[in-house]
Structures are given as C-alpha cells and as structure tokens.
C-alpha cells in the first residue's frame, strides 16, 4: 500500500543467487546428517564396552570354552558332546575367514543352512578333534555359541561390525577383523623356522 526505501515484494524478496545458496546449504546439511549417522554408527559398531567390562574379565586367550557338537553315530543315534576349546583356538581357526573383507552371515537356503562361512572351518577343526568318535559324519553347533564367538571377539577389539556396498549399490552389514585383531591373528598363526 505505501511503498518506501527497503520495501520489496515478497516474490523478489530473494534473488536466484540466493535460492541457490539456500540449495547448496540444504544439500550440505542434509549430506552432514548423513555422515553423521554414519559415524556414529561405525562408533558403535567398533566400540568395545572398557568401561562396563574391563578386558581383563572377559574369558580370552588360553581361557576354555565348551563347545557343544551334535552329530549321529554308528548306530544313527544323535550324540551331543562339548568339546573345549580355548579362545585363542577358536580365533585361530575361525579368524582367517574374516582377513581383508566383510564377511556377512548367509540366509538359509535349500541346500545351505544359515550361519557364517567360517563354521566349516570350524567344523574341519572339530572333526579333526574327535574323527574317531564322529567319523565323517555331519557336525552341528548351537547357533547361540556361534554368535557367542562373534560377541565376543568384538568385545575383545579383535573384530568389528562393519558395511560394504555392493556393485549394485547394496548396503549389507557383516564383520571383519579390526587392526588389532589382523595383527593378534598373525600372532597365533604365525610360526617360526
């Protein structure tokens, strides 16, 4: 109604520079947000819980686990047994499955039960134990004792979560050895002359 000195329209209000700029600014929050996310989420997936328990209280090393097998015997009966192993064993044996890539737990199809790769050489390593017991028989874990191991060594730093995106843009989460767990690994597996 009166225009005077500083008044303008309220469609000329912001030039197109300045629509611009505000599009930029949206786009680079919105990107900040995201790689926020993201690193909070590696944070978590990395963390170990020091400060709730101590790594001196966590069973590691030459500390045994009893492992639970099942399989059938010569008479077609199932037989369960635990079968000790110690930390660093389990480690040893499953680690090199988890050296340089994500390695995810697999879904359950026809000819394939679910679970992590690493259990067949697991398996191997079990059957190597008590071939006299098991023969070449089928061998089974407790799917609890296997994420058991996973649960553990992450707590332990020797492991992490972590995500890989596929060449068709997939996101999946799976675990790998941390740093710590590459060169712990190396330790154990590695012999001298």
């Given amino acids: 109604m009166r225009p005077r000195i500083g008044w303008v329209k309220a469609d000329q209000a912001r030039s197109e520079d300045d629509r611009i700029r505000e599009d930029k600014l ?29 790594r001196e209280s966590l069973a ?5 686990f009893d492992l ?5 015997d010569g008479e077609k009966n199932y037989v ?3 079968v000790p192993l ?10 090199p499955s988890l050296y340089g890539y994500i390695l995810r737990k697999g879904r359950k199809t026809y000819d394939r039960p679910a679970g992590y790769s690493f259990v067949q050489s697991l398996t191997d390593y079990i059957r190597s134990k008590i071939f006299e017991k098991s023969g070449n028989r089928q061998i089974t874990f407790v799917d609890t004792e296997i994420d058991t191991f996973v649960i553990q060594f ?9 995500e890989k995106e596929d060449e068709d ?5 799976g675990i790998t050895l941390t740093s710590f767990g590459e060169r ?3 330790k154990l597996k590695v012999s001298r002359a």
Wanted: proline share 1%; charged share 35%; no cysteine.
């Fill in 80 to 82: 369960s047994e635990k």
């Fill in 154 to 162: 992450k707590e332990l730093g020797l492991i992490q979560f972590a």
């Fill in 60 to 64: 590691q090393g030459s500390d045994l």
């Fill in 68 to 72: 639970t097998i099942m399989y059938r």
């Fill in 26 to 54: 949206r786009e680079a929050y919105e990107e900040a947000t995201q790689e926020i996310e993201r690193l909070e989420r590696a944070i978590r997936d990395r963390s170990v819980l020091v400060d709730e328990i101590p």
């Fill in 169 to 173: 843009g997939t996101v999946f989460r």
């Fill in 86 to 95: 110690t930390w660093d064993e389990i480690f040893s044996v499953i680690g």
């Fill in 184 to 186: 712990y690994l190396s």
